[in-house]
T-cell receptor, first 111, second 116 residues
Framework: AQSVTQPDIHITVSEGASLELRCNYSYGATPYLFWYVQSPGQGLQLLLKYFSGDTLVQGIKGFEAEFKRSQSSFNLRKPSVHWSDAAEYFCAVGNTDKLIFGTGTRLQVFP | DVKVTQSSRYLVKRTGEKVFLECVQDMDHENMFWYRQDPGLGLRLIYFSYDVKMKEKGDIPEGYSVSREKKERFSLILESASTNQTSMYLC???????????????FGPGTRLTVL
């Protein structure tokens, strides 16, 4: 069955530090992969997506993610975190018209 | 710019009431979705509609129904609200996955429903 695992429920980093959020998926075919961000009290906003081609994809707000088929992973990275990045982050895999979401990682940023 | 709007940001209802949550999108998307979001559980799909009057159950349809009479509007109905339906409800829309081979979804701001 298709699934998405985000092993870190909560991550705390200092402002200016680098960030990596983990995402592992289980999907039989070539996956469509997404990262969404949800700021407090808001809906979800798409950060980036992977469909095919270059395995390193760039997104908005300085985020990037790398698709590693051998590890079934699609980890999200940012070299220097800003206080405004504090939010909840969701990884998702596309299943025809639907998305299967992970349970999310809450990011806290300390000044 | 895709706009998905939801009728209320916050809603408080009593147990047993019939509750309507409305969602409207302005991008002529065929697909519309209702999710429920709870801490530690992520987003769970309640219902999915791929065309007017067409619907498909998601992972947690019990206690909910939906209506899609017009392409731009998708309603979630709680026939008899219960306290365990207190949650954040998110609506989304997308083009069919066959159009460009992907299925990016655009989300509304959410409705936080409290059932007392």
């Amino acid at each position: 069955a298709q699934s998405v695992t985000q092993p870190d429920i909560h991550i705390t980093v200092s402002e200016g530090a680098s960030l990596e959020l983990r995402c592992n998926y289980s999907y039989g075919a070539t996956p469509y992969l997404f990262w969404y961000v949800q700021s407090p009290g808001q809906g979800l906003q798409l950060l980036l997506k992977y469909f095919s081609g270059d395995t390193l994809v760039q997104g908005i707000k300085g985020f990037e993610a790398e698709f590693k088929r051998s590890q079934s992973s699609f980890n999200l990275r940012k070299p220097s975190v800003h206080w405004s990045d504090a939010a909840e982050y969701f990884c998702a895999v596309g299943n025809t018209d639907k998305l299967i979401f992970g349970t999310g990682t809450r990011l806290q940023v300390f000044p | 710019d895709v706009k998905v709007t939801q009728s209320s940001r916050y809603l408080v209802k009593r147990t047993g009431e019939k509750v309507f949550l409305e969602c409207v999108q302005d991008m002529d998307h065929e697909n519309m979705f209702w999710y429920r979001q709870d801490p530690g559980l992520g987003l769970r799909l309640i219902y999915f509609s791929y065309d007017v009057k067409m619907k498909e159950k998601g992972d947690i349809p019990e206690g909910y129904s939906v209506s899609r009479e017009k392409k731009e509007r998708f309603s979630l109905i709680l026939e008899s609200a219960s306290t365990n339906q207190t949650s954040m409800y998110l609506c989304a829309s997308s083009s069919p996955s066959g159009v460009r081979g992907y299925n990016e979804q655009f989300f509304g701001p959410g409705t936080r429903l409290t059932v007392l």
